[in-house]
């Protein structure tokens, strides 16, 4: 099995390191620009690969950098956590297919904001090994597990549930991708899709607006990420105030 790699964040670096301890070396690896990219460091330092076989986003707008990974001629590429648009040139390179892990329980969950949406709209959540195509995680279906989202979670919690759900995931179907011939289902439920801007329409809350308690819980739960930019907010004397919960249960 000949690939490359595309990734960012630990759980890129985890899955490279799984495939190098069973044996197999990446032929080229992708990582984002300096600056941008939380983990090209350590995926670069895992994979032992050159500065000659190791490239970045950018290259990716290059037609001669296209043309030396088309060289490389290889079976997949795994894109695990690789935050950048996949144009068709590269969808199209490898022989057998660019394999992307979705931390969702797909056809449900498409795009940004998974484990938030999943909590606002009470949808099955997990992770899933799946094709990509030029639909936003729209392709053919690998494997998939599904996550018990309890009531008390909120979407950091779930979040962290779903990368190692998305590592064992893709551990358990390795023998499968081995053949060249993994197993393929496609979607054939329109599910839900959502995009990176729309988090931020939910975020304000109005503190005139009646509405049932348990929509504002699961609300502030949806917006409980690690990320504080992603909270709900109420505006008070002029002043922005960040919301986020922690429920304990008693």
Do not use: C
Request: glycine share 6%; charged share 20%.
């Amino acid at each position: 099995m000949k690939y490359g790699f595309a990734g960012d964040r630990q759980i890129s670096v985890n899955i490279l390191k799984f495939l190098i301890g069973k044996g197999y070396q990446p032929s080229f690896l992708l990582v984002g620009e300096n600056g941008k990219s939380s983990h090209a460091q350590a995926l670069i330092e895992a994979s032992g690969l050159s500065a000659d076989n190791v490239f970045t986003n950018k290259d990716l707008n290059n037609s001669d950098k296209l043309s030396a990974l088309r060289a490389y001629d290889v079976d997949y590429i795994f894109g695990i956590h690789f935050p950048y648009i996949i144009k068709k040139a590269l969808l199209e390179l490898p022989k057998v297919g660019f394999i992307n892990l979705h931390p969702a329980y797909l056809p449900y969950n498409k795009g940004w904001h998974t484990p938030s949406w999943a909590i606002l709209e009470g949808t099955r959540y997990g992770a899933t090994l799946h094709f990509m195509s030029e639909v936003l995680d729209g392709g053919d279906i690998i494997a998939q597990a599904e996550l018990t989202v309890s009531p008390s979670m909120t979407a950091n919690e779930l979040y962290a549930a779903a990368l190692q759900l998305e590592q064992q995931v893709f551990f358990d179907n390795f023998d499968n991708l081995l053949t060249l011939n993994p197993t393929r289902q496609p979607q054939t439920e329109i599910g839900t899709t959502h995009h990176k801007k729309d988090l931020e329409q939910i975020q304000p809350i109005n503190v005139e607006e009646k509405v049932y308690p348990l929509d504002l819980i699961n609300k502030l739960r949806a917006l409980t990420t690690n990320n504080l930019n992603e909270a709900a907010y109420v505006v008070m004397d002029g002043k922005k105030f960040a919301i986020q919960v922690n429920i304990v249960e008693l």
